[in-house]
């Protein structure tokens, strides 16, 4: 048993992906019907999920997001660019058009508790995608309006997430989590729970 | 293998629970330990998780909460009374008491994307409870400052929701899901998935 610990555990944020490998579609699908599955405020299910594959629309979407990452990236103050580079995160991001697949996570403003809701299936997601030994990050652009103007998105949706999937190009460590006793809390606030 | 599906599909969102049923501490920790393994913008996991098992507390949440519910209830339209109705759900929240434990989920509004990471975890929590064999509902409560006021949370955090966990009292079925082909697109907006 414990299965689902392993996974999460074994799950990490992935920015760099082997182009062009043969992933069946299938494998994608299984994750989002994994996904479909989550609870949402009135059971609205406020998500739509869009597939990209082709290299001319991935491309079309790196631009607007790095366009937008350029001016973001000048912003920053200096313990964040610090962080950044530490990862060797720029305004660069290849994953955009080297991940095989990119899923457009949307949600529908119109429902009630729709991030919230959204971001539950986001969480069912990722985890179905490790399940399938697939690598996925999930990259929120800091400028959508462009995005959703080229790919004709209805205005009452709202662009939650993108996430490459594919397989890892480089191996890296998990960034490290917090102890259980820093983040549980029992009775009240702030007194840990004895493990 | 295949078992995340069978795991989401299993799991539903549970109103009523059988009080004071002997469920291991272990097996919430297991669960929150799931949660703690999502990922975070800038892994500054803003997530922070209270587990409340005693009675008096659980009657002053449900109380505030009821009082809030009375308001909310007394404004909504027909059709979503309509849809409430049939659920059989009212401004009473049994499941704040009779549930033998709460988690009271609460985000650091101070992390980048504060909200969304922390339900990337609550996804996470739900599918691990799941798995466990536990009930479990996310409740989000109308107000929140007069709980967070009862219960000293410091103001950089915000209640996010609240878990009820327990066993259920009467078995239901899940809400119906739309079909993949409704909520799954490929190449463009609108253009459903053949499967």
Redo the contacts between chains.
């Keep these: ?5 392993d ?3 074994k ?3 992935i920015r760099n992906y082997k182009e062009d490998d043969n992933i069946e ?1 299938e494998k994608i ?2 994750a ?3 996904a ?4 949402s ?3 609205c ?1 406020p ?8 290299k001319e ?1 991935k491309k079309i979407i790196r631009s607007i997001c790095e366009a937008a990452e350029k001016e973001f990236h000048m912003k920053i103050n200096n313990e ?1 660019k610090e ?1 950044l580079k530490k990862r060797g995160i720029t305004w660069r991001k290849t994953f955009l058009t080297e991940a095989p697949y990119l899923i457009l996570v949307y949600s529908n403003k119109e429902c009630p ?1 729709s ?3 959204t ?6 997601l ?3 995608l490790e ?1 399938q030994g697939l690598a996925s990050l ?1 990259y ?1 652009p800091s400028k959508t309006i462009e995005i959703n103007k080229a ?4 205005k009452k949706y709202r662009l ?2 993108i996430i490459p999937i594919g397989y890892p190009a480089k191996e890296k460590e998990k ?4 102890k ?1 006793s820093e ?7 702030g007194k840990p ?1 004895k ?1």
């Design positions: 048993m414990n299965k689902l610990l996974l999460a555990k799950r990490k944020s579609l699908l299984y989002l019907r994994v479909l599955e989550a609870p405020g009135r059971n299910q998500w739509q999920f869009l597939i990209i594959r082709d629309t964040f962080w508790y991030i919230q809701s971001w539950i299936a986001i969480g069912y990722i985890l179905a399940e999930t929120t790919l004709n998105i209805p939650e997430t960034e490290p989590r917090m259980p983040k549980i809390f029992i009775d009240e606030w729970l493990q």
